[in-house]
Antibody, heavy 122, light 110 residues
Framework: QLQLQESGPGLVKPSETLSLTCTVS??????????WGWIRQPPGKGLEWIGS???????YFNPSLKSRVTISVDTSKNQFSLRLSSVTAADTAVYYC??????????????WGQGTLVTVSS | QTVVTQEPSFSVSPGGTVTVTCGLS?????????PSWYQQTPGQAPRTLIY???TRSSGVPDRFSGSILGNKAALTITGAQAEDESDYYC??????????FGGGTKLTVL
């Protein structure tokens, strides 16, 4: 059974960089059919896709966040990571990592992590 | 900026039928956007219900169904149960690796 687990600081100061890691267990992050993504949800609001990475390092980003986002993959550790720079209170959210199918005519998010709350505050 | 629209809220009686829709601000939703639907209860991660417009994910009851209705994707719950009270999100794949989430629909069963 595939499992994804987010980890990282729960509190980040304004203007600093938010860093999270998603550890994948139960399957190799190098599986060719899948991308690995980050989605966030501000308190009381809806879900927002941040970006995704392929095991080869190919990345795609939400245009509204692209200038501040870096997503990387470490196949040796079966992990992928998110960095969001210059954070403000508006970046306070539960951050989810998820796996997505993106080939062979199948496109959807099939496995999700439990989510981790990141608060931006001084 | 692509906007995916959903009804903010819906109410349904137990045993009733409800259809939640998913539209695009500037185009019609078709199967080419591979619409998928997710259920989320408070404090929990989203759960995949439907993908590729109408394919139910493993373990999802058959009272949940997906379709294209007119120019929108649709999620229909036939015979709603109390445990279906949740938030529902549609997601469209825009191509080029880009995903867009709808704003979500809060479903009340009463």
């Amino acid at each position: 059974q595939l499992q994804l687990q987010e980890s990282g600081p729960g509190l980040v100061k304004p203007s600093e960089t938010l860093s999270l890691t998603c550890t994948v267990s139960g399957d190799s992050i190098s599986s060719s059919s899948f991308y690995w993504g980050w989605i966030r949800q501000p308190p009381g609001k809806g879900l927002e896709w941040i970006g995704s990475v392929y095991y080869s390092g190919i990345t795609y980003f939400n245009p509204s966040l692209k200038s501040r986002v870096t997503i990387s993959v470490d196949t040796s550790k079966n992990q992928f990571s998110l960095r969001l720079s210059s954070v403000t209170a508006a970046d306070t959210a539960v951050y989810y990592c998820a796996r997505s199918w993106q080939q062979l005519g199948i496109y959807y998010f099939d496995y999700w992590g439990q989510g981790t709350l990141v608060t931006v505050s001084s | 900026q692509t906007v995916v629209t959903q009804e903010p809220s819906f109410s349904v009686s137990p045993g009733g039928t409800v259809t939640v829709t998913c539209g695009l601000s500037s185009a019609s939703v078709s199967t080419s956007y591979y619409p998928s639907w997710y259920q989320q209860t408070p404090g929990q991660a989203p759960r995949t219900l439907i993908y590729n417009t109408k394919t139910r994910s493993s373990g999802v009851p058959d009272r949940f169904s997906g379709s294209i209705l007119g120019n929108k994707a649709a999620l229909t719950i036939t015979g709603a149960q109390a445990e279906d009270e949740s938030d529902y999100y549609c997601v469209l794949y825009m191509g080029g690796g880009i995903w867009v989430f709808g704003g979500g629909t809060k479903l009340t069963v009463l």
